[in-house]
């Protein structure tokens, strides 16, 4: 596992240089000029040049990416140019609310998805098998901003249990604090159930139709032994596998949940930054974006070699 996840870790540095020379690259076509921005409505063509100088705006493609990569070894990511705020401080400040809602929203989807895979594939063909199945399928078209929207009408405007937006941080308030993500985390967790208990149900009718479980079973072990001990183990593969795919998914639809529910999480900054041609904003968001995801990545390839006996080394 260990030589696994070293390996891994090898690959992260390269693609996350490729992936700044790449933002770099696109946010020279996108369409605009950030620095007619920063300089102001009524500013002069003149005072445009100089803003653009100023920024480093002027520099060649190469010039910038060195620039960048040295900033960001001396643990400078820029400035934003429509808060004239730290990038790094603001990331920190909206990273916990993205990473709480990723967090919850995975732990609610494993936590509903796991019990009712398995207990869909132990009962394969019942009434309980048809509608878990139904039911995952019908969730899996539903948008999660769709179920977002839906969630606020519900619990936030028709019956006032939840608040409809804002946020409120654990150590201000715990109480506010969970009310404030629970319907977010539940808008972000139906989706990633939805694949989990199809995939969780697929892996466990595979185990147990394999002979070793059929041996045990014949043999007078429990069937709820066999699934824990043996039937268990072997469905994780599988399943940790779609959740490490999900887990880059929720941190995706993150963003457009924090719009519906406004919370000042990463997806906020990031539309922020796209709005106002905000390039340094726009680059450290996607930098710890994309680490995140590749991190993600890393943890289930070490949980994968836990499963799978025959990567292990």
């Known amino acids: ?160 249990w939840f608040p409809a937006g804002g946020y409120v941080a654990l150590g201000e308030d715990p109480t506010g604090w969970a009310l404030s993500v629970t319907l977010p985390a539940l808008a972000l967790a139906v989706d990633p159930a939805a694949e989990l208990v199809r995939q969780t149900r697929g892996a466990v009718v595979d185990v147990l139709e394999r002979d070793y479980v059929q041996t045990a079973v014949a043999m007078g072990i429990p069937r709820r032994v066999v699934i824990a001990k043996y039937a268990g183990k072997n469905a994780a593969v599988p399943v940790v596998t779609v959740l490490g795919l999900q887990a880059a998914r929720v941190l995706g639809g993150a963003v457009v949940i924090e719009l519906i529910f406004t919370l000042p999480g990463l997806g906020s900054e990031a539309l922020n930054a796209v709005l106002y041609h905000d390039y340094p904003m726009i680059q450290g968001i996607v930098l710890v974006s994309a680490a995140l995801i590749l991190l993600m990545n890393l943890v289930v390839d070490a949980s994968y070699t836990y499963f799978d006996p025959k990567l292990r080394g």
């Open 1 to 160: 596992m260990l030589s696994v996840v070293g390996r891994r870790l090898a690959t992260i540095v390269p693609m996350l240089l490729i992936l700044i020379l790449g933002v770099l690259l696109l946010m020279d076509l996108t369409p605009g000029d950030p620095a007619a921005i920063v300089a102001g409505d009524n500013a002069t063509a003149q005072d445009i040049e100089e803003t653009r100088e100023r920024l480093g705006l002027n520099d060649s493609i190469l010039e910038r990416y060195v620039g960048y990569l040295g900033d960001l070894a001396r643990g400078d990511m820029g400035t934003s140019l429509y808060t004239n705020r730290p990038v790094s401080e603001a990331i920190l400040a909206a990273l916990p609310v993205t990473l709480w809602l990723t967090f919850l929203a995975l732990a609610v989807a494993l936590l509903v998805a796991v019990p009712l895979g398995v207990l869909a594939a132990v009962k394969r063909g019942s009434a309980f098998d048809r509608i878990v199945s139904s039911v995952s399928a019908g969730a899996m078209a539903a948008p999660p901003f769709a179920i977002g929207l839906l969630l606020v009408t519900v619990f936030a405007v028709n019956r006032s």
